[in-house]
């Protein structure tokens, strides 16, 4: 179905177009906006159905259940042909990459292979990553685009945070920041429009005793450090 979708409807076409380069659509007359909700609306749909099947599938749910499962599907797209800058790729090669990424570990697995090198395997189909970030640093065009992206995403994340639970401090783990060095003064200045506060923003390194609620870290000044030093109590 969504493979006659992507390549035989128009709609499926408007999918590429705004991918490939979303100004030159919206240029073009494509409802960009229209597209991209029908988009995430869908992706919601299929999460949700993944969900179902999965909590099917072991007879019972976790708030950290599918943790890590983004690497499959992300590798899955990259080995089917689709690109990190859009507008490629096809839903049967995205199924061949699916495949192969479950036969690979299932192999791992059989193999007894370590879970943190299975990680480190599967982490190489999707270098594409990694030669993003190296081409911002060099000024490639679309490479900036795609990072400009990330940094408009960000923002608006910090900002659904801020009006959520009105926090002292956002936390961003700091190997961003060893990729991207001026990635949090990029956020800030994109979030000026947004903001209805100053927040501070700092890169640290989250250990092992923050809690994972819906996607948020909850930590206790005693196990966040920042500069090695500890967070005042109004930070609780």
Do not use: W
Request: glycine share 8%; with cysteine.
């Amino acid at each position: 179905i969504y493979s006659y979708y992507t390549s035989r409807t128009v709609n499926g076409r408007y999918l590429y177009a705004v991918g490939g380069n979303e100004k030159a659509a919206k240029l073009s007359g494509i409802d960009t906006n229209k597209v991209l909700f029908k988009s995430y609306v869908n992706m919601a749909f299929l999460s949700a159905v993944a969900a179902l099947m999965c909590v099917a599938r072991f007879n019972s749910s976790a708030p950290t259940a599918g943790m890590s499962y983004e690497l499959d599907a992300i590798g899955a797209c990259f080995i089917g042909g689709a690109s990190a800058y859009g507008g490629t790729g096809t839903v049967g090669g995205a199924v061949i990459g699916a495949i192969f990424m479950g036969v690979l570990n299932n192999g791992m697995s059989i193999m007894g292979i370590d879970a943190n090198m299975q990680k480190a395997v599967k982490g190489s189909e999707i270098k594409d990553i990694d030669v993003i970030i190296s081409d911002y640093l060099y000024g490639d065009i679309e490479a900036n685009q795609v990072i400009k992206s990330f940094i408009d995403y960000m923002s608006i994340a910090i900002n659904n945070i801020l009006t959520t639970f009105n926090p002292h401090i956002i936390i961003i783990n700091s190997a961003i920041t060893t990729y991207l060095p001026n990635i949090i003064e990029k956020i800030k200045n994109s979030m000026n429009s947004r903001m209805s506060k100053y927040i501070n923003i700092v890169p640290t390194t989250l250990q092992n005793n923050s809690i994972l609620l819906g996607g948020v870290y909850i930590v206790s000044k005693n196990f966040l450090k920042i500069d090695n030093l500890v967070l005042s109590s109004k930070y609780d």
